[in-house]
Structures are given as C-alpha cells and as structure tokens.
C-alpha cells in the first residue's frame, strides 16, 4: 500500500529515448520494480502514464534523474543535429542582457564563431 503523499507524478515527453520499452529496460535493472509490474503480455496495454508514476514512486528520484538525463541528451542531440546554436554579435548581446523584458538568470553567451 503506498500512501497518497507518497505518490509522484512524473510527467515523459514522448522521445524515441524514453520509449516504453527503453523505461522498462531501465526498470527491469531494480529489483523492487519487479514486485508491481505485471506479466509481460499485460505490459502494452499499461498506460505510459502509469508505468512513469509507478517508476516514480517506487524508484523516487532515480527515476526523475534518469528520465531528466535522456531528455537532456536529446536536447543535445537536437541542437547539434539541426545546427540551434545561434551566435549574437555583442551589441545585441549586451543590449538583451539589458532588457527588463528577459530574466537575465537565463542568458549565458556564447562565443562567436570565427570566420
């Protein structure tokens, strides 16, 4: 019996990295996961959400940080595949670092590339 403050809700985006079969491979690993997962033929038919807020709980935040982690690795992947870095020259830098309108918390420069 899991107690209702000890429920977590974990929320997946739907990456090719953190398919069902990808978070089961990596649930299978614990051995106290075994206890809540049904026979295999059953396992398609369990909602996404289920399995991640089943993972959630009973692996806590090892569960968070390893979906966190394929979400940044794809993050990354993205970025470099589909050329997202954008380069600003330093006036534009300086004059948005400025800017009452943006959270100066979020701006990091970058280097600008050399020609």
């Known amino acids: 019996m899991v107690q209702a403050k000890a429920i977590r809700h974990v929320t997946i985006p739907y990456?090719?990295?953190?398919?069902?079969?990808?978070?089961?491979?990596?649930a299978r690993q614990f051995e106290a996961v075994q206890h809540y997962l049904p026979i295999e033929k059953d396992l398609k038919r369990w909602p996404r959400q289920y399995l991640a807020n089943l993972l959630?709980?009973?692996l806590k935040n090892r569960f968070q940080d390893w979906v966190?982690?394929?979400v940044l690795e794809r993050n990354a992947t993205m970025v470099r595949e589909k050329n997202l870095n954008i380069a600003i020259i330093p006036e534009c830098q300086a004059a948005f670092a400025s800017?009452?309108?943006?959270s100066s918390k979020y701006i990091k420069p970058l280097p600008l590339p050399n020609p």
């Open 15 to 26: 990456y090719e990295s953190l398919s069902i079969e990808e978070i089961l491979k990596f």
């Open 68 to 70: 966190s982690q394929r």
């Open 56 to 58: 959630g709980v009973v």
């Open 99 to 102: 800017s009452t309108y943006v």
